[in-house]
C-alpha cells in the first residue's frame, strides 16, 4: 500500500499549510501532527499557521518538523491556537492572508475546524485558487459529509461523566436536574448522552417537545415513584435555555426540587478519547494525500468506514441529520 502511494512524492506541491480555526476540539492536536509527519513522509515542507485566519493575515506562519508535533497526541486544545477574524470576512482581509501564503511560499492549506471555517476556504480558493482541504473539526457533529466530526466523541464521553455525577447528588435530594450541554443549534451532543446516561428526556432542536409534553413525561415518573429525574437540553433549542425551561416546569410541577446545571466549556476541553485520535489521525494523513493528488476545495469525512469528499459548500450548506431512530430509543427507555 505505501509503494502505491509512492508517486504523491512526485507532487510539484511543495509546502503544506495546516491551521485550526474556530471553536478548539479535543483531536486537532492529533490531526495537526498526522498532516505533518504525513507531509515530510511524502518529502513536502509542512508549516504552521497561527490563530487561524487573523494568523494568516498578520503572517504567524513557521515550519514545523517531526519533533515539532511530538507529544502532543494526547493534549486537548490545540497547540496552533485559534482565533475569530472579522478581517478575513472582508476582501481586503484575504488578500492579505494570500499574499503572506505566497510570502512563506504555502502552495496549499489543510483547515482544521467547522462551517465557519470553510466558508472561508472556500472564499479563499475562488478568489486565489490555492488548494484547500478541510478536516472536520467541532464537537457539534453538525457538518455533513462525515459521520463524526474531530472532538464529538470526546465530549459526548465528558459530558456522560458528568451526568453520571450529577445523577448521584439528584437520587440523594429527590431532584430534577437540566443540564444544558453544547451544540449550537445541534441536538447530536444531548441526544446521544441522554440515552447514555439514563436521561428522563432530551430536550433538543430536532425534536417539537413542547413544556406540556415535558411535564407529561415527568408527570409518569412521579406516578412510577421516580426519586429524581435528569433532563439533558441542547443550548441551542428554541424554547429557551435551560433556566427558562426549569423555570416553566416548576411553575406547573412542584413534585421535585429542581436544579440547572451548564457544562459549558468543560466540553471542549479534556485529552481525546481513543476514536477521536484514530480518526484525526486518519483525516489528518488523508488531507495531506488528497492536496497531493491534486484535490481541492472540499472536506475530508468518513461515512460508513469509507473515505468521503465533500465539497465545501455542500457541507456547510447541509446539516448532519439526528438518527430519528435515537429519538425513539430515547423516549422509550425514559419511561
Excluded: W
Excluded at 481525546?272 to 485520535?277: A, G, K, L
Excluded at 457541507?315 to 430509543?329: F, H
Amino acid at each position: 500500500m505505501l509503494q502505491k502511494m509512492d508517486h504523491l512524492k512526485e507532487s510539484k506541491i511543495q509546502k503544506i499549510g495546516v491551521f485550526t480555526s474556530g471553536g478548539d476540539a479535543p483531536g486537532m492536536n492529533a490531526c495537526v501532527r498526522a498532516v505533518v509527519r504525513t507531509a515530510i513522509y511524502y518529502g513536502k515542507e509542512p508549516y504552521g499557521i497561527y490563530r487561524g485566519y487573523e494568523g494568516m493575515i498578520e503572517g504567524d506562519i513557521n515550519p514545523l518538523g517531526v519533533r515539532s508535533v511530538s507529544g502532543i497526541i494526547n493534549q486537548g486544545g490545540t497547540i496552533l491556537k485559534s482565533a475569530r477574524s472579522s478581517r478575513f470576512m472582508t476582501e481586503e482581509g484575504r488578500k492579505e492572508a494570500f499574499e503572506q501564503l505566497q510570502k512563506h511560499g504555502i502552495e496549499a492549506v489543510v483547515a482544521i475546524g467547522g462551517d465557519g471555517t470553510f466558508k472561508g476556504a472556500h472564499a479563499l480558493y475562488e478568489e486565489y485558487g490555492i488548494p484547500i482541504i478541510g478536516v472536520p473539526g467541532t464537537i457539534d457533529n453538525d457538518l455533513a459529509g462525515c459521520d463524526y466530526t474531530l472532538g464529538y466523541d470526546t465530549a459526548t464521553n465528558t459530558v456522560l461523566h458528568s451526568i453520571d455525577a450529577i445523577r448521584d447528588t439528584a437520587q440523594s435530594h429527590n431532584r430534577l436536574f437540566f443540564i444544558e450541554v453544547m451544540g449550537r443549534n445541534s441536538g447530536f451532543i444531548a441526544l446521544r448522552t441522554a440515552i447514555a446516561g439514563g436521561a428522563e428526556a432530551a430536550v433538543i432542536p430536532e425534536d417539537e417537545m413542547t413544556v406540556e409534553d415535558l411535564i407529561g413525561v415527568l408527570e409518569s415518573g412521579s406516578h412510577s415513584n421516580k426519586t429524581s429525574s435528569l433532563v439533558i437540553v441542547a443550548e441551542g433549542k428554541e424554547s429557551g435555555n435551560s433556566f427558562e425551561l426549569a423555570r416553566k416546569v416548576r411553575q406547573s410541577f412542584s413534585y421535585y426540587d429542581t436544579r440547572v446545571t451548564v457544562l459549558g466549556h468543560v466540553q471542549r476541553g479534556g485529552s481525546p478519547t481513543c476514536f477521536d485520535r484514530i480518526l484525526a489521525s486518519r483525516l489528518g494523513l488523508l488531507a495531506v494525500e488528497a492536496i497531493l493528488e491534486g484535490k481541492k476545495d472540499v472536506m475530508v469525512g468518513m461515512i460508513h468506514r469509507h473515505v468521503a469528499y465533500t465539497p465545501f459548500e455542500e457541507a456547510v450548506r447541509s446539516r448532519n441529520e439526528i438518527d430519528p431512530e435515537l429519538i425513539r430509543v430515547s423516549k422509550i427507555l425514559s419511561i
